[in-house]
């Protein structure tokens, strides 16, 4: 039974990484703001904005002291309504001579301690304590000299407020954040679960049920969940070549094993029949014999052609060597002289003008070759040539082996590289499909080629291409020399 719920822990860890990225950048932003010295700033500028309306009402109060106590009163109401603010006018004189007070009933020991400063230092001062703030702003007559002091004391109450106001709209703006961030969090969290879901299943049924065709949902996400899940694509794509190819496998050879096992069986039911009856008739047992031999020969190279391609497929690694290719061809074309010559064929070999060095594995070389002799001698004519030639021309080493058979039909060109894949050609005589596989592998390991060239038609003619020896100083085997690795 496929488990089709998705663990939550990916679902909470994007929902805590999203709150926890949203709770740290508001908490900068309210750090930023609230412990810098805000209220501060805020308090110096409304010092000097006050201070700013002072100075510009100085002329006013001038002129006003030198009218009478009303004129004084009246721009000392204008000013306070422009600064919202405590207005006084002391005299120059004495401290205590309040010439006017906007706010009597207040305390005044503030006030007198400004205007005395201003006094003094006979400059405007500025005193900020707190949230309270005075300007203090010497008055003269032209005649006279220093006739008073303007004091203007003021609670910065509008600093606070701001500060408050700042700070539940931070508190406003973090909440609406969070509440997006958990928004955006489930929102993503289902999507990309959601897709990786289907991944799952799909996993589940190959690994818990052996589906290797279980469907699988397209995913055209440009992200990584989107490159993971065609990934996954490609790999049950070839989990699925290679479940074909494993059942193909076993098809044909247990159908390869069973024809020469079945007439092994019959054969050897015959003679044991004849032996016990004692009407043993020596021609039927030759007979009997010799085509049980030719059905173990057929398994012992079945069992060989399925041992390369377990090697094979198991990437055992290949030696590389530096190969003469005239004098390999010669000594493999010499251990098919015999059967050659029960087929009435002759091996035509021609060897390179000057000595040809490949680079490559001795056994591996030899083995491609044995594969293309033994094929054209299979499909070849009674008494027609088989023609072996080798070469170097252009950085490549080549070995061609070619016959006047029937040919391969123009659509099996590519076809009969497969595993148990023979041409339309092939009779009763033919192989099981697994030599020019192993041959084109062997090649492609050693860097090289093996492909059916020449023209369609009559006649084959394949072709072995290895890369050059860049150097032959100690070549692997020497001219003269039967490679040791070239037995049967």
């Not at 106001?165 to 929102?187: M, R």
């Not at 030696?319 to 290719?325: F, G, I, K, P, Q």
């Not at 010559?341 to 680079?359: K, N, Y």
């Not at 595993?419 to 092939?426: D, K, L, N, P």
Request: with cysteine.
């Amino acid at each position: 039974m496929i488990r089709r719920r998705i663990p939550s822990g990916l679902r909470t860890r994007l929902l805590l990484a999203l709150l926890l990225t949203s709770a740290a950048t508001l908490g900068v932003t309210a750090g930023v703001v609230l412990l810098s010295p805000l209220s501060d700033r805020l308090r110096q500028q409304s010092a000097v904005n006050l201070r700013a309306a002072v100075q510009a009402s100085r002329p006013e109060f001038e002129e006003s002291l030198r009218e009478d106590d009303f004129a004084v009163r009246r721009a000392a109401e204008e000013l306070r309504q422009r600064t919202d603010g405590r207005v006084l006018v002391i005299g120059a004189v004495r401290p205590d001579d309040f010439r006017y007070d906007t706010n009597p009933g207040a305390p005044r020991q503030g006030a007198t301690r400004v205007a005395l400063r201003a006094l003094r230092t006979r400059v405007t001062t500025t005193d900020l304590l707190g949230d309270d703030v005075r300007i203090g702003v010497r008055l003269f007559e032209p005649k006279r000299g220093v006739v008073g002091v303007l004091v203007v004391e003021r609670r910065l109450t509008e600093v606070a407020t701001a500060v408050d106001q700042v700070l539940n709209a931070l508190l406003a703006a973090g909440a609406a954040g969070l509440l997006v961030a958990v928004a955006l969090a489930v929102a993503l969290s289902s999507t990309l679960l959601r897709r990786l879901g289907r991944l799952r299943v799909a996993v589940l049924r190959i690994t818990e049920e052996g589906v290797v065709d279980a469907p699988l949902q397209h995913d055209d996400g440009r992200d990584e969940v989107g490159d993971l899940a065609r990934a996954f694509g490609r790999m049950q794509e070839e989990l699925r070549r290679q479940e074909a190819a494993r059942r193909s496998f076993v098809a044909t050879a247990s159908h390869e094993l069973r024809t020469p096992l079945t007439m092994l069986q019959g054969t050897m039911e015959l003679l044991e029949e004849d032996l016990r009856d004692g009407r043993v008739d020596i021609a039927d047992a030759q007979s009997q014999v010799a085509l049980a031999r030719r059905e173990l020969l057929r398994l012992s190279s079945l069992a060989g052609e399925l041992l390369d391609l377990s090697r094979l497929d198991a990437s055992v690694p290949l030696r590389s060597e530096a190969v003469e290719l005239g004098e390999l061809g010669r000594a493999v074309a010499a251990e098919f002289a015999l059967r050659a010559a029960d087929r009435e064929v002759e091996l035509d070999v021609e060897p390179p003008p000057r000595p040809c060095w490949s680079r490559g594995d001795p056994d591996a070389i030899a083995r491609v070759v044995r594969i293309l002799l033994d094929n054209a001698l299979r499909y070849g004519p009674r008494g027609e040539p088989v023609r072996l030639r080798t070469g170097c021309a252009d950085g490549v080493a080549r070995v061609d082996v070619a016959d006047d058979g029937p040919g391969v039909h123009p659509a099996e060109r590519e076809l009969i590289f497969e595993r148990f894949q023979r041409g339309r050609t092939a009779g009763a005589e033919g192989g099981f499909g697994l030599g020019l596989a192993i041959g084109r592998e062997l090649a492609r390991r050693m860097d090289g080629s093996l492909a059916l060239v020449g023209e369609d038609g009559p006649g084959t003619r394949f072709r072995l291409e290895l890369p050059v020896a860049e150097s032959a100083l100690e070549p692997a085997t020497r001219p003269g020399e039967r490679p040791a690795a070239l037995s049967p």
